[in-house]
């Protein structure tokens, strides 16, 4: 049996008629575009979820004047000083939280860039207090209202404010990639399109003799379609295997950002591939998979509706 | 059985005439005519009507038994085209193919098994005088080898109505005198022939009745030509 669409002595010629040169190559390059703006939007989707997922949970509180002792309101023992106050209004938080003071060397490691190696101990710094909630609990609502009148003069930063922000931004990206990622596949549709009109141009004689004999129209534009996809699968290969140089280049200046530790830039050889392409978000590794076949079945798709169009001239 | 009942066909919209114009014929099962008339009175026309590259704009055609409607589905029309085989004028040889791909191209597009279209192929070329340029490309043979290579064609998947248009253009005197031959055979076992041409000389080789045309019009049809 010969295969159906392919290498078939029907006189189209289609290697002449649809040439590998132009449709091969700007199918690359689409290709190559969609490559990139696909990681970028794997790279947005992965941030997104982060920061939504980390940032939300947790707390930073200060609490000036931290050892004073609490101003005595109602029943509150002498002894209690104000960041214990915190401490211990903050144990009523769920189970699972992290509650955690920041010690003077801590503090003193944080503050470095800006104090320098003076002895922080005469300054009157604020206790630090940073609080991870457990992942499916979020803030009362009325935490820092009950703190600021509890021991006046706490500051409560939610973290989750940024969050808000860093996902609208993050969001409002992925929206660029998916338009970018439409575009491209418009044009590649367009190009398809012409190199198809160009191809039926070339071949009406043969087609209409074809028809003639008895060629069915899904035969023509089966033939037409399965030489624009394997164009089109060929194309979208060899973008998507462009794309890997620069993609790789990027991953490596985003590894200190992803949550896996990559290697030093001087062991991304051969024995850290597999180390490398564990950070590789694997949602991006089935797109990238998936590019040249969608490219195939664009290029198909496209070639279908127009032969068929065209077709339709003749009875 | 091939009927026409008041056919007409226009090229394109309303912008000309007819180019055939009420036409009313049949022609049954195995029959033989010679289609006539001078240059440009719509033989060719008709003879595209008849193999369905053109449909009638008014009026009722039957091919082969079948009732071809104004808005006939497409895959009916393919399954009766394959029931059909046609000389064209200009061959309308594939340029980029051998003479033996050519002519098993009807075979090919009704998916028939590779080695009975070989077996067909050989046993067709040597039938028409090509046994030795099974594998010569298209575009080297002669005019006369390539009308031959166009009639075997045309005959290979045994079709039910044989067209030709000017089929002996460019044959000598014996091979029009054998292609005639090979027609009034066809015609013999069962096959429907239609062959349009201006040269008297021919049809009064073989005396068959005729449909004359003129001005798109059918003007006379006649037992033999006088
Ligand atoms: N491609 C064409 N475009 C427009 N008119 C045509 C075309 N071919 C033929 N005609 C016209 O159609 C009429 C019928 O032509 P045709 O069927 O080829 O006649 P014949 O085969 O008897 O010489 C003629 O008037 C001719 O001028
Ligand atoms: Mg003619």
Redesign the interface.
């Known amino acids: 049996m010969t295969r159906p669409f392919s290498g078939r002595k029907d006189g189209l010629s289609l290697s002449e008629a649809l040439p590998d040169r132009s449709l091969f190559a700007l199918v690359a390059m689409m290709g190559f575009l969609a490559a990139l703006t696909l990681a970028g939007a794997s790279g947005a989707r992965a941030l997104s979820a982060r920061w939504s997922g980390g940032a939300a949970q947790l707390l930073t509180i200060q609490v000036p004047d931290a050892n004073a002792p609490l101003a005595a309101q109602g029943g509150g023992s002498a002894t209690t000083t104000r960041v214990q106050a915190v401490l211990a209004d903050l144990a009523s938080l769920p189970d699972g939280t992290e509650v955690h003071q920041l010690t003077p060397p801590e503090l003193a490691r944080l503050l470095e860039p800006w104090l320098g190696e003076t002895d922080s101990s005469a300054l009157p710094l604020p206790a630090i207090i940073r609080v991870k909630l457990p992942p499916d609990a979020s803030v009362p609502a009325t935490l820092e209202q009950a703190l600021s009148t509890h021991v006046p003069g706490t500051i409560m930063e939610h973290n989750a404010r940024w969050g808000e922000r860093l996902r609208a931004l993050a969001n409002s990206l992925l929206a660029c990639a998916g338009l970018a990622l439409l575009s491209v596949g418009g044009i590649a549709t367009m190009i398809t399109g012409l190199a198809t009109r160009t191809g039926l141009a070339s071949r009406k004689d043969i087609i209409k003799t074809l028809h003639g004999l008895g060629a069915s129209d899904s035969y023509i534009a089966g033939r037409f379609a399965w030489r624009t996809a394997t164009l089109g699968f060929g194309g979208g290969l060899s973008g998507t295997l462009m794309a890997c140089l620069p993609l790789l280049l990027l991953l490596q200046m985003a590894a200190p950002f992803a949550s896996v530790p990559l290697t030093t830039p001087e062991r991304l050889l051969p024995q850290n591939w597999q180390a490398l392409a564990n950070t590789i978000p694997s949602d991006m590794l089935c797109a990238l998979a998936l590019l040249p076949f969608v490219a195939a079945f664009i290029c198909w798709f496209t070639t279908q509706v127009m032969v068929r169009l065209w077709l339709l001239r003749l009875p | 059985m091939i009927r026409l009942d008041n056919v007409s066909w226009r090229r394109g919209k309303k912008e000309s005439g007819p180019v055939l114009a009420h036409l009313s014929f049949a022609v049954p099962q195995g029959g033989f005519r010679w289609l006539l008339g001078p240059s440009g009175a719509g033989k060719s026309s008709l003879l595209s009507l008849l ?5 009638p704009t008014d009026g009722q055609m039957t091919i082969l038994g079948k009732t071809v409607a104004q808005d ?1 589905k ?2 009916a ?2 399954r009766l ?2 029931r059909i085989g ?1 000389v064209h004028q200009d061959y ?1 040889l ?4 051998s003479v033996a ?2 002519v ?3 075979l ?3 998916n028939r098994p ?1 080695d009975e279209i070989q077996d067909e192929v050989h046993a067709i070329l040597k039938w028409v005088g090509l046994g030795e340029r099974v594998d010569v490309p298209a575009t080297r043979l002669s005019g006369g080898e390539q009308q031959r290579t166009a009639i075997a ?1 045309a005959i290979i998947h045994r079709p039910g109505l044989v067209l030709a248009d000017e089929p002996t253009n460019a044959l000598e005197e014996s091979q029009a005198c054998r292609l005639l031959d090979m027609f009034a055979e066809l015609s013999a076992m069962g096959t429907t022939v239609i062959v349009a041409t201006h040269n008297e000389s021919l049809v009064r080789r073989l005396e068959r009745p005729f449909l004359f045309l003129e001005r798109g019009r059918l003007v006379e049809e006649g037992d033999a030509q006088a």
């Open positions: 193999h369905l590259e053109n449909l006939e497409r895959a029309l393919v085209r394959h046609m309308q594939m340029p980029d193919l791909d050519n098993a191209l009807p090919r597009l009704q590779e064609r």
